[in-house]
Nanobody, 125 residues
Framework: QLQLVESGGGLVQPGGSLRLSCAVSGFTLDYYAIGWFRQAPGKGREGVSCISSRDRTTKYADSVKGRFTMSRDTAKNTVYLQMDSLESEDTAVYYC??????????????????WGKGTLVSVSS
């Protein structure tokens, strides 16, 4: 059974940093691309970043390019999202999710098949 568990959310001031983690079990990241998504209050879920399974190529939403960095540790079966220069607009519940096995890196929430329960990030002074 595929499981994803996010952690690392919290309250941070504008301009600050946080690192989110997503621990996965029941599958290996060698065969699955994985993405980070977020849902702000009153808004739909949107893709933030993803990393491919084979060559670790990353893709980012325009709104976070240059500020967020996604990485993975295959030995620990964990992916990370380093978030720097945080803005109030980054306030949201952040989720990690995977599409089907051997699928490409994808920022579309509708393409995901398995989701974690999310971790809340609040950016406020």
């Amino acid at each position: 059974q595929l499981q994803l568990v996010e952690s690392g959310g919290g309250l941070v001031q504008p301009g600050g940093s946080l690192r989110l983690s997503c621990a996965v079990s029941g599958f290996t990241l060698d065969y699955y691309a994985i993405g980070w998504f977020r849902q702000a209050p009153g808004k739909g879920r949107e893709g933030v970043s993803c990393i491919s399974s084979r060559d670790r190529t990353t893709k980012y939403a325009d709104s976070v390019k240059g500020r967020f960095t996604m990485s993975r540790d295959t030995a620990k079966n964990t992916v990370y999202l380093q978030m720097d220069s945080l803005e109030s607009e980054d306030t949201a519940v952040y989720y990690c999710a995977v599409p089907g096995v051997f699928s490409a890196c994808n920022l579309s929430p509708s393409a995901m098949e398995n989701w974690g329960k999310g971790t809340l990030v609040s950016v406020s002074s």
